[in-house]
């Protein structure tokens, strides 16, 4: 059931109980793929394009309230969409990155208008998004192949700090904070050409004469996240090599 949404201020209360009429369609000025909806000769919302299509809204149409609901909350949804859209296509996110996403977007926040008026700049509450329409958008994203938790384990695992080095611990740590599944990252990692031994070397390169003693670049390596018989014998292994 929709949530009751004010449609119109008190002094068109005499209105709600007969038919609104759509009198005009207008590109919006700043905004791409978006529609102005004027109904009774005032501006009521956008719509996606294809939102004006799915709900046949032309010039002269009768809608009643509920309708007028209707395409208020698909209006909402159309730009709630929109944002999350451009937030995934940013760069790869887990799933649970994309839901905090959106529901840090439901909330009010403060922020600066300027006044066309007088050209001073004033601070208003923005209300957020209505928190009923994220698990909406996150269907329709899912739906497109924007959700996939394993894609991301994939990207996640191959590209995190290749040149510098990464024990497979701390990928999995990483994994498991944004969201990820152990199954998915047990797949993952079991399927990664990345090995604790060249991770290793890379990072005692790196690293070894950043330290005045070994002692604490082992302790700098364990908490990496690698084995400590594995820093001993790679140390070892090094020492030999010089």
Not at 75 to 94: I, N, Q, W
Not at 138 to 164: I, P, Q
Not at 172 to 177: C, G, I, S, V, Y
Not at 193 to 203: F, T, W
């Amino acid at each position: 059931m929709l949530e009751t949404i004010t449609i119109f201020d008190a002094d068109d209360s005499a209105k709600t109980n007969q038919d609104h009429r759509v009198t005009d369609i207008k590109e919006a000025a700043y905004k791409q793929n978006r529609i102005n909806i004027y109904v009774d000769d005032k501006f009521f919302c956008s719509l996606d394009i294809s939102q004006v299509v799915d709900y046949s809204v032309k010039v002269g149409r009768k809608l009643s309230v509920a309708e007028l609901e209707e395409l208020k909350r698909a209006s909402d949804f159309g730009k709630f969409y929109t944002c999350a859209l451009e937030y995934v296509l940013m760069r790869p996110h887990s799933t649970k990155e994309i839901r905090d996403y959106l529901k840090r977007k439901t909330l009010s926040k403060k922020v600066r208008v300027k006044n066309c008026k007088t050209g001073e700049y004033q601070t208003k509450m923005q209300k957020g998004y209505d928190s009923s329409l994220v698990p909406l958008v996150l269907e329709r994203l899912d739906k497109h192949g924007h959700l996939n938790d394993r894609h991301f384990a994939e990207l996640w695992v191959e590209n995190r700090n290749t040149k510098k080095g990464t024990s497979r611990k701390k990928l999995r740590n990483e994994l498991l904070k944004k969201g990820i599944s152990e199954a998915i990252i047990d797949e993952v990692l079991q399927n990664s050409s990345r090995n604790d031994g060249e991770e290793l070397c890379k990072i005692i390169a790196r690293k070894a004469n950043h330290y005045d003693n070994q002692q604490k670049l082992i302790q700098y390596l364990v908490r990496q996240g690698f084995n400590y018989s594995d820093i001993l014998d790679e140390l070892a292994s090094s020492s030999d090599g010089a």
